[in-house]
């Protein structure tokens, strides 16, 4: 095989962790539904990332010089099933957590770490993502969105669309055309670090098809910003935007997404004595895949934590684990109408109507099904 | 793990398999041969521990020695001759030296007659000997009263018949009977898992290298993706085998029924659409007799859940699942292995 999944083991210590993160969990979620932790890291609560930082479970592998903890991959993997596996409300550092404080680490100036890493780790810096355009969705490269160099520094005109939370953040991490056009595709890409304070940034929620409004509508009509916006180097964007999406691609993340309707349906289940053999195997699959998915996630951030890079390995799991995160839906709404006398409490039946609707987006999030095949193809060498 | 036994064994069966003519259905005699060279070689010993000859390897290392059976296409049961050797071993039951296989399944004892049938015996129609489980009881059963009633196509399995009293019945407790099971179902699936390698490495250089409207096939998007998904289920399923073989402790220590029961459930579920795969990339020439690829899909479609189907492994799963009160799935899915065996 070109790929190779080894099956690894959490260390003790960070095993550890669990205990004392899973009781924090369940005292600060127990008033949530089953609909509400269906939300999974689209659930927004500040004052939640707030506790969660007093704890120390903020930038976890960053550097205790700028206030992480300076813990390993196997940590941030604990931490986060614990939180995703539970439905916790996480989405407010989310993104600052896992993308944006480790680019800023890897390619930021000291100045720009010094300044961002240790609101990132106290949760006083909630992050966003500018990549989608209104025509450059897949085809990222095409984006118009432009900084033009001046005397203070650049100007920003254009606009980004589906940017989850942007309108909660204080940040965004866009990335834009510093040089050359459309036709240059890769090159003369940026990243750029904008306060979404600055005047001439007008931000517009998207209401999605479940009523939710996790995501928005950035415009920008010349914004000025400093020159030490720019993070990293100057039309390295693109390359700089596959490492950040590296680390999107390669936690468990993908795994746990219809994890609370699961949870629901299984404690129905029980309660209302739901016992068909149907019933069983469909209980059994779900249980099956998502234990085989979960080792390939922990063999992928073995890797990690060996300084490997399997970016291929994390693309072929996010795809995989997408495909169940989808299957799952399906499934129980399967088991449920099984025998149509069955009566699903307004609880399930909510969390299942949200997850059915709100699943196809958990294969177009951070690259869609297609992208992510067309990399697994060049990685076993077929294009 | 030691690398040099796996290249040791690799270079064996790729010289065992490369003498028997591919063309042609294998002889008897050529068969034998092998049988026998592989036992000469001392390997089907390796399961067991040092002191006893073999090589002192965990059940987990062996994965990737028992899996090159089905990777290469071997046409002897190796991985359950040595499962059963390594089981025989523990239990302390004379198992005569050649090849063996198991049967739990599919099997029917003819008070009439008095005679036990199996209707799909692994290897059935040439093995030396086999262990026949039923409910109450495990038998050893030898080659020379053995009655062929049907030889499938393919020569994997066979329906075969023993007389009652040619069948010696083994004195075990039931752990031993539980081990064997799970034994023979994990090196059923390490061979599975051999052959879904073998047919993903023979679509990937097949689309490499067939050319259709002037340039390789694997240069279209349609096969690109579905070989991405391809590779996405074998890695599925080699996890899966790993999980199930991750037993603690010495070499032969049985592996954890709930482990098993996922890998027999994954492997069997993804494993038809692993076979479409290979054959819809292939097109015509995977129908055909001469080309190999049928050798691996015919593994792939009928090893898959001789043990028992995808949906009966599931429905293992979920009723301990939902018979556990309170537990929530992520508990069961986080908890450490130590805290399965007691729970």
Same mark, same amino acid.
Not at chain 1, 69 to 91: H, I, M, N, Q
Not at chain 2, 142 to 162: K, M, S
Not at chain 2, 192 to 201: L, N, P, R, S, Y
């Given at each position: ?17 669990? +205990? ?13 539904? %089953? ?14 990332? /707030? /506790? ?7 930038g976890?592998?960053l550097p205790?010089q700028y206030g992480g %903890? ?14 995703? +596996? ?6 407010a550092h989310?993104i600052a957590d896992r993308q944006s404080g480790p680019l800023i680490l890897r390619y930021g100036s000291q100045a720009q770490r010094e300044f961002y890493l240790p609101k990132i780790c106290r949760a006083q810096a909630f992050f966003c993502i500018g990549m989608s355009e209104p025509d450059s969705?897949?085809?990222l490269a095409s984006i118009r969105t432009r900084a033009i160099k001046n005397d203070d520094g650049w100007i920003l005109n254009g606009s980004k669309i589906w940017t989850t939370n942007a309108q909660h953040s204080h940040y965004m991490i866009a990335l834009v055309r510093s040089s050359g056009t459309a036709q240059d595709k890769h090159k003369g890409l940026s990243q750029f670090i904008i306060d979404l304070s600055l005047p001439g940034i007008t931000i517009r929620p998207?209401?999605?098809?479940? =009523?939710?409004?996790?995501f928005s509508e950035v415009f920008f009509t010349d914004v000025q910003l400093a020159p030490e916006a720019l993070v990293g180097q100057e039309g390295a964007g693109w390359e700089q935007v596959n490492a950040e999406l590296?680390f999107e691609?390669? =936690? ?20 209302? =004595? ?7 195997? @469909?209980?059994?699959?779900? @249980? ?13 951030? %073995? ?17 995989? +684990? @997408? ?22 409490? @307004? ?26 095949? +067309? ?9 | ?35 026998? $060279? ?84 692994? !290897?059935?129609?040439?093995?030396? #000997? ?11 059963? #030898? ?8 030889? *499938? &196509? ?43 390698? $073998? ?25 690109? &993706? ?6 996405? &289920? ?44 290979? !054959?819809?990339? !292939? ?7 001469? *080309? ?11 090893? $898959? ?6 949906? *009966? ?9 939902? #018979? ?20």
């Open positions: 095989m070109l790929t190779n999944f080894e099956l690894a083991r959490l260390p003790e210590q960070d095993e550890h962790l669990r +205990g004392a993160i899973r009781a924090f969990i369940q005292e600060n979620t127990q008033h949530m539904t %089953a609909f509400e932790r269906a939300r999974s890291w689209m659930g927004f609560d500040a004052n939640f990332s /707030k /506790k969660l930082a007093q704890q120390g479970w903020l976890l592998t205790q %903890a300076d813990k390993g991959y196997f940590t941030r993997f604990v931490v986060s099933e614990e939180l995703l +596996g539970a439905g916790a409300p996480v989405s989310w969705g897949s085809d998207i209401h999605d098809l479940a =009523g939710d409004a996790h590296a691609r390669s =936690g468990p993340e993908r795994l746990y997404s219809s994890m609370a309707l699961v949870e629901c349906f299984i404690r129905e289940c029980r309660q209302q =004595g739901w016992d068909s053999p149907f019933i069983q195997s @469909t209980v059994g699959e779900i @249980t099956a895949r998502l234990a085989v998915l979960r080792a390939m996630s922990l063999a992928v951030t %073995a890797k990690l934590a060996n300084r490997q890079h399997p970016a291929l390995e994390a693309t072929l799991v996010k795809d995989y +684990g @997408t495909s169940l995160e989808q299957d799952i839906p399906k499934l129980i709404d399967q088991c449920l109408g099984q025998d149509p006398a069955r009566m699903p409490s @307004t609880e399930l039946i909510n969390t299942l109507s949200f997850v059915s609707q709100i699943c196809p987006s958990y294969s177009l999030r951070g690259g869609t099904r297609e992208i992510l095949r +067309g990399i697994i193809a060049r990685g076993l060498g077929l294009r | 793990m030691d690398t040099l036994l796996e290249d040791a064994l690799g270079e064996l069966f790729r010289h065992l398999t490369a003498e028997a003519s591919p063309e042609l259905e294998i002889t008897a005699d050529q068969r034998r041969q092998i049988a026998n $060279k592989i036992d000469a070689s001392g390997f089907t010993d390796l399961l067991l521990p040092q002191a006893a000859g073999g090589s002192g390897i965990s059940l987990r290392e062996a994965m990737a020695l028992l899996k090159m059976e089905g990777y290469y296409n071997l046409p002897v049961p190796f991985a359950q001759t040595v499962v059963a050797r390594a089981w025989a071993h523990a239990h302390n039951v004379a198992l005569p030296k050649g090849t063996c296989s198991y049967a739990g399944t599919a099997l029917q004892m003819d008070t009439q007659t008095r005679s036990i049938t199996l209707h799909k015996a692994w !290897h059935g129609q040439w093995i030396d #000997h086999m262990l026949i489980a039923t409910k109450q009881q495990c038998f050893l059963a #030898h080659r020379h009263d053995r009655q062929i009633l049907h030889a *499938y &196509h393919g020569g994997l399995f066979a329906a075969v018949a023993w007389p009652q009293q040619t069948l010696t019945p083994l004195e075990l407790d039931e752990h031993a009977t539980h081990d064997l099971l799970h034994l023979s179902v994990l090196a059923m699936l390490a061979v599975t898992v051999g052959a879904m390698e $073998k047919a993903f490495a023979l679509t990937v250089d097949y689309a490499s290298q067939r050319q259709q409207f002037g340039r390789p096939v694997s240069r279209f998007q349609a096969v690109q &993706h579905q070989i991405s998904e391809m590779a996405e &289920h074998v890695c599925a399923a080699d996890m899966a085998l790993q999980m199930a073989a991750d037993a603690e402790g010495s070499a032969l220590t049985t592996p954890d029924f709930q482990q098993l029961a996922i890998a027999q459930f994954q492997i069997a579920h993804i494993a038809d659409n692993i076979a479409d795969i290979a !054959h819809a990339i !292939h097109g015509a020439i995977g129908i055909s007799q001469e *080309y190999p690829l049928h050798r691996y899909t015919r593994r792939i479609r009928e090893c $898959k859940s001789c043990f028992g189907s995808a949906q *009966y492994w599931a429905a293992e799963i979920g009723r301990r699942i939902l #018979h556990k009160n309170s537990d929530s799935l992520f508990a069961v899915l986080t908890s450490t292995r130590d805290e399965h065996r007691t729970g």
